[in-house]
Each structure stands twice: as C-alpha cells, then as structure tokens.
C-alpha cells in the first residue's frame, strides 16, 4: 500500500476519559478483530490493566479502512495511558505518529492531564482532532465542553467531533476525520532506511522483540541492521504488525507501525528512542528520538529471600527494556542484604513496577521508604546529589540542602476550595494563582515540595473532592529547606532500612508514628527495648517494645512478701544484665510489615 494512504495517529485524553472502549469501537468498525473475540478494553492485555481499569503501556494497532472517497486507508493506532505518571509513554506515541484523537469526558470537561497531554502533542506539531466522547451520559454539558475548548486549549469548537466510545456513535466521523485531517507520514522520501524504536519487551524464546515506527525505507527478513546509538549490528530474523496480536509481514515500509525480531538477546543493547537503520547503507543521523526521562522519586528494593536475589537482577533488567523511566543501581543494607536502588516517575510507576515484578517474575520483594533527590551543598562549594538518606554527608560539612519543588495543576470543585487551601499549606505548599473554568470548577497552580506529595497527598485530593479533583504537575527548580536526616535506632543501634530525610518541624511527628508502628509489630523481647527516632545524637521520639515476663513467683504460695519481692529483684537484675550484652533479634518480616505498611 502506498505510504500516502497511510495515517498514524494516537488517542490522547486524561484518566477514564473513554480511551480504550473508543479503541475497542474503532476495532469493531473496521474489523481488525471480529465481534466473537472483541473484549472490553480489548487493547489492555495486561492483568495489572484490567484489574485496575487503567492502560499502564500504549498499544499499537494497524487497521485497514474503506474511506468514502473509495480508497483504502492503513490506520495505525496507539491508545495510550492517561495518568500523570505514564506521560513519557504519551510522548513515546506521539513522536511515532502525525496526529492525534484528544478526547474530552463531555460530563467532565477538560480535565488536568487533558491540558498536559494537548501541551505534549502540539510540542510535536501534530494533528489535533477534539472528539467529545460519552454525550450519552444524562450529566454531559456540551456547550460548556466547546467552550472550554475554546478558552483553555485554543482549539476552535467547529472541529470538534461528538461521539460515544461506549455506544457506537460518530465512530465513521472520527475514522473519516483521521483519513482527511491528519497528514500523511512524513520523512518518507528520505533514501535511507531509518526507524525509531518507541518500546521493547524481552521474550525468553526470541529474545528482545522492538516496536517501532519506520519513517523512510525499509526492513526485511534478513537484512543486517544497526543500532545508531551504539553500532550493535544484528541480523532481521521477522517482522510484522499488530492486528492487535504480531502478525508476519515479509516487509515493514515507510510509514508502518510494527515489531521486529533479531538476534540480540542482551536487555541492555536497544534503548528506547534509538535509530534502526540498514548496515549497507547507514543513514547519516539519528531521528529525533524522547526528552531524556529522569525519574523523581527513589527507593531500595530487596527480595525477601536473599536466594532470590539473581532472579530480581534479571527481573529489573528486562523491565528496564520495556520501561525507559525505570533506572536501578544494585546496593546493601545491613538489616535487607543485596538489592537495588530504583528510580521511577511517581508512586503509582512505583507501585506497578513492584507488582510487576512479583507477578511476572515471580519474585517476592520489599521496598524502602520512598525518597527524592537532593542537592547538597557542602562548606567548600562541592554540589552533591543525594537519593539515598544513608549517603547524606556528615551535618557539619553541610552548608545547605536543596529539595526538589514541582508546579502543579490542581483541577477541583469551587466547594472544596478552603480544604485543599489546607492541605497545600500543610504540605508546606504556596498557592501561586487560581483560575475559573466554569460555574462549579476551578484550577488552582500550586508550588509544592516533591517529597511532600509522595506518600497520601493524591488519595487525600480525591477524598476532600469526593472523586472530583485531579491534578498534573511538573518538575520545578530546586529550593533550600530546613532538611534533616532522621534515624530510627533500635536498642541504640541506628537500622539503615528505616533512614529517611525530612523537614526538620515534622521530624517529630514522623519519628512518634514510626516507633509506634514497630512497637506493634517487633515481637516481644526477653528485656525492655527502646525504639528511638533520633537526630544526629538528639533524641525526638520514643517507643517500647513489649519484653517477655517469666512468673517466676509462681511457686510462692502466700508468706511473707519479701520473698516474692526477693525473686523479682533477682530477675530485674538479670534482664538488666541481658540488655547491657544482649542483642534485639528482629525477623526480617517485620522489616517487611513496617515498610509495606509505610
């Protein structure tokens, strides 16, 4: 087929805006898959996906579609994720493609990651097609979702198409809107065969399987490839497309959207944004590949079971293939043992990253408490960055320590406006401007620590907005803070697994919750034993674990009290004894309880 009958385009639009049943509909309309196999989500094939009713990978698709011009149309489609931590995925797609769909929840409006996601497209000088989706729903406010636009996205209210992914209606307007709006692919006169990786995912058969888009030439079985970045060479064993399942072409041309097998089986060699070209004929530079991701937020993760602990090396290799926001560096705690310190976008990555890896690789693992990076200063002009609160140099060398702030968009109801005025104040937030989007809501710009939001901030915006509220940041500069390294020791001696670096007017707080909580779950010791948040060498909270008590008067039977007082003294002497020499032994699942409740 001929690339300019070719149309690649991706569907863009902020959480549970309706783009995957939309994909579902767009599938259905052009047979790509018959009604007997069709699925709700049919393109979120994994568990996580389903189980949490959001799309964590994008997922390309090609479709072939009789236009009403009477020509075929080869449609290459990616539905991608909506939430703030999976933006680097939304900007793989969008730099694969010419267009896009930018859906709007005709019941909800333009919502935080509508706005982020439209910024995203137009940096790439795509094609945007507003679709207001779910008009169905009784609470769709149309006038107000063309107004909004207008108004916030600049976009004009004529181009926007009405439909409803759910029921099937305006699908043909959309699919004929794809064909005559967005442009056909573009290098695609270049004389040398260049292609952009946009994703990989390691097979234990094939080895590593890449997706990508073909922008000028093209790649067949057999042909010696090579990997720009790097110079790998390797031989094309198959490619194909996605029909959604791989599917075998004899040839991948200019325009097309598919995978390609070859014989690399190292996870490290292909990176995501890298250039394939033909090693015959090299193109001359790469393309234009993706903003260098940086993860924001860290932390340790370690198997439970030590023997486990090559299986977790494989299993964080080959995620790294398929994730170009995730990052590890192999590291050691005394408490844990061997591990690794990760790098992810957010706490939802975090989390789908950890469930990934249990389920997937079969791997059971714990994780420390989430940190940031920080820069600190030190006496002599030397700027450090710090991920891990174990590595914070000595206070004394200190002449200051700067956190990482984020700007964010804070979408919510105008009822809710003076309980999230004290949650931003709480988390040591400034409210920078606000803006009225309509009658009912409004959108605050807020700049805010990083490390304050990571824990319960986002579950506390939706529970003060009922549901209602939603938010998109962005990285801001860095900022001095009053910032200390708390550490939690047990019998006097500091446990590295619990170090953390905070604010030093919430220290306090933290340390009393902390201490309570391993009071509950340290089994009882033979003696008294102090769980102590400190510092430096001052100590700010305290908590006892419980210690074992023997009746030793058990076999007095009445007489006089002093021989009962007698026996207690003797064991208040021993247990004194024990706790000068002996050792707290804490079992490694309360390591994990404490931190999986953190």
């Not at 539905?79 to 797609?93: I, K, L, M, N």
């Not at 560096?329 to 789908?352: D, K, N, P, T, Y």
């Amino acid at each position: 087929m001929d690339e300019k009958n070719t149309r690649n385009f991706c569907i863009i639009a902020h959480v549970d805006h309706g783009k995957t049943t939309l994909s579902d509909r767009l599938l259905e309309h052009t047979n790509t898959v018959t009604q007997r196999v069709l699925t709700a989500q049919h393109l979120d094939s994994m568990d996580l996906e389903r189980e949490r009713g959001i799309t964590i990978k994008s997922h390309p698709v090609t479709m072939d579609y009789p236009a009403k011009n009477g020509q075929i149309y080869k449609l290459n489609l990616m539905d991608t994720p909506g939430h703030v931590d999976f933006a680097y995925e939304v900007s793989r797609s969008l730099a694969a493609c010419e267009g896009a769909l930018l859906l709007i929840d005709a019941a909800q409006g333009v919502e935080a990651q509508t706005v982020a996601n439209a910024h995203l497209a137009f940096g790439q000088d795509l094609k945007i097609i507003p679709v207001i989706n779910k008009i169905d729903l009784p609470g769709a406010n149309l006038e107000l979702c063309m107004q909004q636009l207008e108004d916030i996205l600049t976009i004009p209210a004529e181009e926007a198409i009405l439909a409803s992914g759910k029921s099937g209606i305006g699908i043909e307007d959309i699919l004929e809107a794809v064909v005559e709006r967005i442009p056909s692919p573009r290098w695609a006169d270049n004389e040398h065969t260049s292609a952009l990786v946009f994703d990989s995912l390691y097979d234990p058969f094939r080895g590593v399987i890449s997706y990508l888009r073909v922008f000028s030439g093209s790649l067949k079985q057999g042909d010696v490839m090579q990997l720009m970045s790097n110079g790998v060479r390797s031989e094309v064993k198959e490619v194909g497309v996605f029909t959604p399942k791989m599917e075998k072409r004899k040839s991948l041309d200019a325009g097309d959207v598919g995978y390609l097998v070859c014989s690399i089986k190292d996870t490290a060699d292909i990176k995501t944004g890298d250039t394939i070209t033909l090693n015959a004929k090299p193109a001359k530079e790469m393309l234009p590949g993706y903003k260098e991701v940086r993860p924001m937020v860290f932390c340790g993760l370690y198997p439970v079971d030590t023997n486990d602990y090559e299986k977790l090396k494989a299993a964080v290799g080959r995620l790294r293939l398929n994730d170009a926001a995730f990052v590890y560096a192999s590291e050691s705690s005394v408490a844990l043992g061997f591990g690794f310190r990760c790098g992810f976008l957010g706490l939802l990555h975090m989390e789908i990253i950890q469930e990934r890896i249990r389920r997937e690789h079969d791997v059971e693992i714990i994780s420390t408490y989430p940190s940031v990076i920080y820069h600190v200063v030190r006496h002599v002009g030397v700027l450090e960055e710090v991920d891990n609160p174990i590595n914070l140099p000595d206070p004394a060398t200190i002449e200051e320590i700067r956190e990482p702030t984020i700007t964010a968009s804070i979408h919510i109801p105008n009822t809710t406006m003076g309980d999230i005025f004290a949650l931003v104040m709480e988390k040591r937030g400034t409210i920078d401007h606000t803006d009225t989007l309509d009658e009912n809501r409004v959108m605050l710009t807020c700049n805010l620590p990083l490390n304050e939001i990571l824990i319960d901030f986002n579950d506390r915006l939706k529970s003060i907005t009922h549901g209602y509220g939603s938010m998109d940041y962005e990285l801001g500069e860095y900022r001095k803070a009053d910032l200390v390294k708390m550490e939690i020791l047990i019998n006097a001696e500091p446990v590295d697994a619990f170090a953390s670096i905070v604010h030093r007017d919430k220290a306090a707080g933290k340390g009393r919750d902390l201490c309570e909580k391993l009071s509950e779950i340290i089994p009882p010791q033979m003696f008294k034993v102090a769980l102590q948040a400190a510092i430096g060498g001052n100590i700010i909270a305290r908590a006892n674990v419980k210690e074992m008590r023997k009746d030793v008067t058990s076999k007095c039977y009445g007489g006089d009290i002093s021989r009962k007082r007698k026996l207690l003294d003797k064991q208040k002497e021993g247990k004194k004894k024990m706790k000068q020499f002996g050792r707290v032994s804490i079992p490694s699942d309360a390591f994990i309880k404490v931190l999986k409740t953190n």
